[in-house]
């Protein structure tokens, strides 16, 4: 799991990042001292989870967790009474200075429980006031378009910030896979696989065909041969 710590106090992060080094399978991938710096640390390091201070200079923690594109968020702070509001921007958990390493261990152990698991991990898009989350599973491709990435649910178009390569990696565990630099999409959404001297694509589950680039197409044989010999039926070829 690998894991962002963000807070603008330096002893609050070298405290955090000692007591994620006895925690196994995480990874500290970075540190930010304020909301600016962990927006968009976030997006580049695309990690497993945020931990979060809520008071900082600039942006708040608050207004971080419901920015675009952030990964779960575990709030640590002093202060109890921004508890309600933590949970209002989805926090996985909220833990009060000092922060207990059991507490610490427990609040990681319920990201993996929600987000880790195939299929499980979410998308967050914001419209003004409002906040929407989306399970990947439910999504099917992904496409960039100047500086958003968009996605369909139910018929509906949705924009995210977060971008095409920081989903990539972090979708991979779920089942997406990149076709194209402005093409990613869910394997187990795909229906037929077409190559011609011409063009390459796949048709999806709902009837769209989506662009193939040959930088792309012998990963995607690969992984759909993959998974044909990995279960019964497999996938199309």
Known sequence: MKVLVADDEAPA?????????????VEVVGEAENGERAIAAARQLAPDVLLLDVEMPGLDGLAVAAAEGMPPVIFI???????????????????????????????????????????????????????????????????ASQKYTVFHVAGDE???????????????PAGFVRVHRAELVRVSAIRAFTATALEHHVTLESGERVPVSRRYA????????????????GEPG
């Open 158 to 172: 949705h924009l995210t910030k977060e971008s095409l390569d920081a989903l990539e990696t972090r979708l991979e």
């Open 77 to 143: 702070t002093a202060h109890e009474e921004h508890a309600v509001a933590a949970f209002g921007v989805n926090a996985v958990d909220y833990l009060l200075k000092p922060v207990a390493a059991a507490r610490l261990a427990d609040a990681l152990g319920k990201v993996r429980l929600r987000f880790t698991r195939p299929g499980a991990a979410c998308i967050t898009t914001r419209s003004g006031n409002t906040v929407q989350f989306f399970a990947a599973a439910e999504i099917a491709r992904f496409s």
């Open 218 to 233: 012998a990963a995607l044989k690969a992984r759909l041969a993959q998974g044909r010999s990995g279960r019964a039926g």
């Open 13 to 25: 992060r070298r405290r955090l990042i000692r007591l994620l080094a006895a925690v196994g399978g």
